[in-house]
């Protein structure tokens, strides 16, 4: 599988903000899903952290670690779907944000 999103599974600026606009959201702890159903072959998705994180350094990393938990659970989710995720609480482990991913998928009932 390809570890980086190919430009089919990213979703655009515009795509992001109709996500943001007026897809259904769900949180757990410290992190929070936005999710629309969409009628396309794949499932496009899209990373954000705020700044009030911390510096860019830190941004980029979480974003990297949920990047790669995303494409670890990627197999479970069913094609149609477009996901922003969004990120709240810094030095959170890999295997922490995996379990974090997969509980918050299966509460909206599609992973």
């Known amino acids: 599988m390809r570890r980086n999103p190919t430009k089919r599974n990213r979703l655009t600026k515009t795509e992001f903000k109709k996500v943001l606009r007026t897809g259904a959201r769900s949180r757990i702890a410290d992190m929070k899903i936005i ?10 998705f899209a990373v954000s952290v705020g700044k009030k994180y ?21 197999e479970s989710i069913p094609h149609g779907y477009d996901l ?3 990120v709240y609480e810094k030095d959170i482990s890999f295997l922490t944000r995996c379990t974090q991913l997969t509980a918050l998928l299966k509460k909206i009932k599609i992973g």
Not at 35 to 44: G, P
Not at 66 to 74: G, M
């Open 35 to 44: 999710y629309s159903k969409q009628y396309l072959e794949q499932v496009r």
């Open 84 to 86: 922003v995720m969004i």
């Open 54 to 74: 911390g510096n860019a350094v830190e941004r980029n990393r979480a974003k990297r670690v949920l990047r790669e938990a995303y494409y670890t659970v990627c």
